[in-house]
Structures are given as structure tokens and as C-alpha cells.
T-cell receptor
Framework: DAGVIQSPRHEVTEMGQEVTLRCKPISGHDYLFWYRQTMMRGLELLIYFNNNVPIDDSGMPEDRFSAKMPNASFSTLKIQPSEPRDSAVYFC???????????FGQGTRLTVV | DQQVKQNSPSLSVQEGRISILNCDYTNSMFDYFLWYKKYPAEGPTFLISISSIKDKNEDGRFTVFLNKSAKHLSLHIVPSQPGDSAVYFCAASVNNNDMRFGAGTRLTVKP
């Protein structure tokens, strides 16, 4: 397995535009997590899914953020409209089950200008 | 609400010496703790974990200690090597359902 795959690796967009980040978890993993890394706050959990169902989205900063997992092999994190303070590295991770460690993708570096 | 805290943003150690990375948490329900290592431009990779029923877990040069009464855990690297230079994240969860990370500590091991 190629591991957790995120796309794009880098995204530069203008304020107000919609941004969609994509993630393909490791096949067979039941849990999928979206994290955001910033210098000030480190890694923050935004939302996680179990068997494609969102379990906890309390980390999603605002209504501008939304995440979906239409099937077991794909998830998206959307920001609409984007703002400069959304600039960060966004990581997707998946784990086999609730007792296993998470495997991270390489991240998407988002810059909103 | 930072439930997991790494109060030292950086640490510098000489090669061959011990590196001690510290982590504190506030949620007494956490029962599973992990350390992740992150190199620049890469995602974090799992390093070592410990469940709350233990107070120590060792894997080669890496040992994690858990002090539940103090809500404190630490990662020891002995001996430290230049390749250990990275950002180390402490994470904690309840039944591994909802992993919370600290802000990270940047370790630099000098040759």
C-alpha cells in the first residue's frame, strides 16, 4: 500500500476562493482524521470519521470548513470562503481500528493570499 | 483548549547524550499515549506508544515513561543521534478515538 495519499501537496489561493483538499486513506483502515498544523498551535484535530461517518467535528474552526467521506477510500476537506488565517499544513491520517496508531499523509501546504 | 502540552518548543543535545522530551496533559480520561516524529515536508510518523496500564515502554533507543498521577509523560532517546533531529509530537487519546496532539518540540542533535 502506498500509504495515506493527500492532494495537492501545495495550494496557493486568493482570499475568498473555495479550496478542496483530498485524502485517500490506507485501504482497510476504518478511521480517518483531518489535522491542521500551525506554528502557534501545533497539530490540531479538526474532524474524524469512523466507517465514513463523522464522529467528532468539534475541532472544525468555523462553518467555512466542511469535510465529507463519501466512501471508504476518499475524503475531502473544503474551505469556503478561504481566508489568510487558514494558511497552514493540513494532514490526513488513517488508522486500522481504534487501538492502532495513525498513519499520516505528507500533508497539503495551503497558502491563502 | 490544549489538553496536551509540550512546553519546550525546542531542545538541543550533543550526539551520544540523552534527549528527554516532556509532555503534560490535563484530561484524566486519556488512556493511550503516543509519540510521533516529524521531518520537514513529511507527515508525522509513529514512534512509540504506551497505554495507561503501564508506566514504561521501551523500544531500542526510545523509552516512554508515564506518570499518571502527575499527568506527565516523557520520551527518552539514548544515545541521541544526529538523525534524531526532528519535531516530536506527543499525543493522547481515550480509546484511541480522538487523538490530541501537543504543539511539538524541535530536537536538534549536534554532532
Amino acid at each position: 500500500d502506498a500509504g495515506v495519499i493527500q492532494s495537492p501537496r501545495h495550494e496557493v489561493t486568493e482570499m475568498g476562493q473555495e479550496v478542496t483538499l483530498r485524502c485517500k486513506p490506507i485501504s482497510g483502515h476504518d478511521y480517518l482524521f483531518w489535522y491542521r498544523q500551525t506554528m502557534m498551535r501545533g497539530l490540531e484535530l479538526l474532524i474524524y470519521f469512523n466507517n465514513n461517518v463523522p464522529i467528532d467535528d468539534s475541532g472544525m474552526p468555523e462553518d467555512r470548513f466542511s469535510a465529507k467521506m463519501p466512501n471508504a477510500s476518499f475524503s475531502t476537506l473544503k474551505i469556503q470562503p478561504s481566508e489568510p488565517r487558514d494558511s497552514a499544513v493540513y494532514f490526513c491520517a488513517s488508522s486500522l481500528n481504534r487501538y492502532a496508531e495513525a498513519f499520516f499523509g505528507q500533508g497539503t501546504r495551503l497558502t491563502v493570499v | 483548549d490544549q489538553q496536551v502540552k509540550q512546553n519546550s518548543p525546542s531542545l538541543s543535545v550533543q550526539e551520544g547524550r540523552i534527549s528527554i522530551l516532556n509532555c503534560d496533559y490535563t484530561n484524566s480520561m486519556f488512556d493511550y499515549f503516543l509519540w510521533y516524529k516529524k521531518y520537514p515536508a513529511e507527515g508525522p510518523t509513529f514512534l512509540i506508544s504506551i497505554s495507561s496500564i503501564k508506566d514504561k515502554n521501551e523500544d531500542g533507543r526510545f523509552t516512554v515513561f508515564l506518570n499518571k498521577s502527575a499527568k506527565h509523560l516523557s520520551l527518552h532517546i539514548v544515545p541521541s543521534q544526529p538523525g534524531d533531529s526532528a519535531v516530536y509530537f506527543c499525543a493522547a487519546s481515550v480509546n484511541n478515538n480522538d487523538m490530541r496532539f501537543g504543539a511539538g518540540t524541535r530536537l536538534t542533535v549536534k554532532p
